[in-house]
């Protein structure tokens, strides 16, 4: 398809190189990047693949910024269940409120990846995006950040994007290191998937470099995600005798206490019998006995960081560098310790 003399001229890739490339108009192409069903499939798989080769991203947020009227940041996050990812949104949305920004928030389903075309048609409508760590291909993360800013929260190492993150390894050092050296504890596994995010992945690093350094063997982790069910489920495989331990490194406090109640059903003494800890220090943790050894981490004040990091990086300030947050270990009754008086944060 060719373009008329009366197209108006655009600086890089345009809807017009894509309804070109394609060889369709630009309504069509507009109504593929909104998501419209009218389009047939095959038309649409052009489209879509007119965008992935010319690295297209609509200009929507791009004439936002140009006259200076920043009004909305993305946060991609796989769910909404449970107490961190709420702690995360609600500091998020407070900052981006402070800043007169709305939020557009968008939801990585197992059964409904974000991928590049839907990745896409988020970013068209805002002016930067964070993404929780590990959800999004790091290729696709790049793309989107040749075009605006992309901050990654609670990931790995990254290249081409700036990454935000609570401190994970050396807390999880600290908390190993008690159960073995103040507990006498030696055969402490670690209930969750390092594979699952790269911050669970962080804290299995540090529950294992403690054990190798007392020249003690690294039992496989017992696999699972971050709900209730993966912590019951752990504990049904130690009722069960499957697995041999005296103290357990949950990947979350969710796990542990969901793991602690069961155990406590099936007649196993906590901190008696095996030791149980977390990470997070939800609510719950400090007013169930015995009370949850676990890590206290920013959870709220990190999304509010990463609203306002985005809002620096897309007004053009200088942001500086805030390093990982600190994380701090917090001592009671499931590790062993003296159970302390419940007190607010």
């Known amino acids: 398809m060719s373009r008329s003399t009366s197209t108006p001229e655009h600086a890089g890739t345009t809807i017009y190189s894509v309804a070109e490339a394609a060889g369709v108009s630009i309504a069509t192409v507009s109504r593929v990047i909104q998501g419209s069903t009218a389009v047939a499939e095959r038309t649409r798989a052009k489209v879509l693949d007119a965008i992935d080769r010319l690295d297209y991203v609509p200009l929507a947020a791009a004439r936002s910024l140009a006259v200076r009227h ?28 402070e800043l007169e920004l709305s939020v557009v928030l968008a939801l990585v389903e197992p ?47 990254t290249t081409g994007f700036e990454r935000l993150a609570a401190e994970n390894v050396a807390s999880s050092h600290e908390l190993t290191t008690h159960l073995l050296d103040r507990h006498g504890r030696t ?16 804290r299995f690093e540090g529950y294992a470099t403690a054990l190798l350094e007392r020249g003690l063997e690294v039992p496989a982790p017992l696999g699972g995600g971050l709900r209730e069910s993966d ?6 495989r130690i009722l069960a005798g499957e697995v041999t331990a005296d103290a357990v490194v949950c990947a979350n406090d969710e796990v542990a206490l969901a793991l602690t109640t069961r155990l406590a059903a099936g007649g196993v003494r906590v901190p008696d019998d095996l030791a149980v800890t977390g990470w997070d220090d939800v609510m719950a ?40 947050l600190a994380t701090r270990v917090v001592l009671r009754g499931s590790c062993g310790c003296p159970e302390p008086s419940p ?3």
């Open 70 to 97: 920043h009004e909305a940041v993305g946060l991609v996050l796989p769910e909404l269940h449970g107490p961190y990812f709420s702690e995360l949104l609600m500091g998020f949305e407070q900052a981006a409120a």
């Open 111 to 157: 059964d409904r990846p974000l991928d590049a075309p839907r990745f896409t048609r988020l970013t068209a409508g805002v002016d930067g995006v964070a993404v929780l760590g590990g959800i999004i291909p790091d290729d696709v993360l790049e793309r989107a950040a040749r075009q605006k800013p992309v901050l990654v929260v609670a990931g790995g190492a």
């Open 187 to 202: 055969r402490p596994v670690f209930a969750g998937d390092p594979g699952v995010a790269p911050d669970v992945r962080q």
């Open 231 to 236: 912590g019951a489920a752990a504990a049904e």
């Open 285 to 324: 943790a400090r007013y169930v006995r015995p009370g949850l050894t676990t890590v206290r981490q920013p959870v709220r004040e990190l999304g509010g960081l990463a609203a306002r990091r985005l809002h620096e990086r897309i007004t053009g300030a200088e942001p500086g560098d805030p390093g990982l």
């Open 343 to 345: 007190t607010v944060p």
